[in-house]
């Protein structure tokens, strides 16, 4: 038996649909196979929540090994697990193709989708908060009262939120645009740079996502702009969720059915020679990692993934392919861009941070560690003050970058990577006013927008 492994993370099918997947007494032995080994190791002790869950289980139980933790305590551990896949992928020696093939993410995800169906679903709470486009079209509609209603700082509707919604009255929310992003594309065009090296060699549909299209349309602008800087000819489509709000549930045959859903539309595309974009890592990773593992015998779905980018790695590709259109200026004091879990995840590289060096004389300060957000999980009461701690060492690791910008290519890690430090920040507020995409920074370089 070789000790740890070096070769690439294989990951294997869901199997979801199997009869052994739902089965309570094999998922419990699972749980005890892979929680032992991992109090073994320990490696993962600086990522989310649940390893030092786990670890503070197993060290004050009788004794001190995990056959002294109660079965029934086992959930604290699965509780703090945000899927965002940094053990999986960055720590964890035992993973396929490792004989003993842990998959910690997929096991938490496992008993997340038992214990749900076991309860006729999750909460009515939950299932209203991860119905996000319904949210959305809401949210659009009534924007000024939403964004009143949601700010941190409007104290006594954010507690009434929290005792209704189980929302923490302190958790930065994102906030609702006037418009979709799809409306804003077709009232604002963009005009394709014929003179660029990629001009006439690639066009790219754009997957809004449900927070680009519902919540900050400027990176979906920004997104188009730069390409059509870069000579690119774009469309914006948003068919729906990926499910990933559903994922994290355990809601498997929500997320199947979105993934026949939105594959059907984005492939029409991929027909007349189009290249896919999705504009947040995590609906990325859905798009090309996950949905294959779930529905692993669609073939739609597998050939969906292989036309997939995110954002930054398509500004990368083109650089290397094509070349950049000329006019990049330099970025004033730098940059602190924080690599998103779910872009990490992609196994693609760290793009935000090679997008942005392409900016001339410009500084690039990467942060590896998790911002703590976790999607809803980390604006849960239950789950604020842990996002907070999780987050703190990346927050801290800005502030001593001190540079103007700070970004990320997850909107929601950027607000609360924001929002965190301004928490820890003591003498003075942090340089930068707002956390950025790195795209809106790459065409503010270009001097697309302001």
């Not at 669609?298 to 930054?312: E, G, P, Q």
């Amino acid at each position: 038996m070789r000790e740890g492994s070096l070769e690439a993370p294989t990951r294997h099918p869901l199997g979801w649909q199997s009869a052994d997947f739902w089965d309570e007494a094999k998922l419990h032995k699972e749980m005890e196979r892979v929680f032992d080994i991992c109090h073994g190791c320990r490696r993962c002790f600086n990522l989310c929540d649940s390893f030092p869950r786990l670890f503070d289980l197993v060290d004050n139980s009788p004794s001190g090994e995990l056959d002294g933790v109660k079965p029934e305590d086992f959930g604290r551990v699965v509780e703090a697990c945000t899927l965002c896949d940094m053990c999986f992928m960055t720590k964890c020696p035992y993973v396929p193709p490792h004989e003993w093939a842990l998959d910690f993410p997929h096991l938490m995800l496992r008993h997340r989708a038992v214990e749900a169906k076991k309860k006729g679903g999750a909460s009515f709470m939950e299932r209203q908060l991860a119905e996000t486009d319904r949210n959305g079209r809401l949210g659009n509609i009534v924007s000024g009262v939403a964004n009143w209603v949601t700010d941190e700082k409007n104290t006594g509707m954010r507690r009434v939120m929290e005792k209704v919604a189980g929302v923490h009255h302190g958790a930065r929310l994102p906030r609702y645009a006037d418009e979709t992003m799809l409306n804003r594309a077709r009232r604002e065009a963009v005009e394709i740079n014929r003179e660029a090296p990629a001009f006439g060699k690639r066009k790219a549909v754009l997957y809004a996502t449900c927070f680009v299209n519902f919540n900050s349309t400027d990176i979906g602008q920004a997104s188009r702009a730069v390409l059509a800087k870069l000579g690119v000819e774009t469309e914006v489509v948003h068919p729906a969720c990926c499910g990933m709000p559903k994922l994290e549930l355990g809601d498997l045959e929500a997320v199947a059915a979105a993934s026949r859903t939105v594959s059907a539309e984005l492939l029409s595309w991929v027909d007349k020679g189009y290249d896919v974009v999705a504009l947040t890592p995590s609906c990325a990773l859905m798009l090309k990692f996950e949905w294959p593992l779930i529905v692993p015998d669609d073939a739609n779905v597998a050939r969906l993934s292989k036309a997939t980018f995110d954002i930054s790695e398509y500004v990368v590709d083109i650089a290397k392919k094509e070349g950049l259109a000329p006019g990049l200026e330099t970025l004033d004091g730098g940059v602190t861009v924080h690599l998103a879990c779910h872009a990490r995840a992609q196994n693609m590289g760290a793009k935000a941070a090679e997008m942005l060096r392409l900016v001339p004389k410009t500084r690039v300060a990467v942060i590896e560690r998790c911002s703590g957000h976790g999607g809803i999980w980390g604006a849960r009461t239950e789950n604020f003050d842990v996002a907070v701690k999780v987050g703190r060492p990346a927050a801290q690791q800005a502030l001593r970058n001190n540079t103007p910008f700070v970004a990320s290519e997850c909107p929601l890690a950027a607000d609360h990577l924001m929002q965190v430090m301004e928490l820890t920040a003591e003498d003075e507020p942090p340089k930068p006013s707002r956390a950025h995409h790195p795209i809106e920074l790459f065409a503010k370089a270009y001097g697309l927008v302001d």
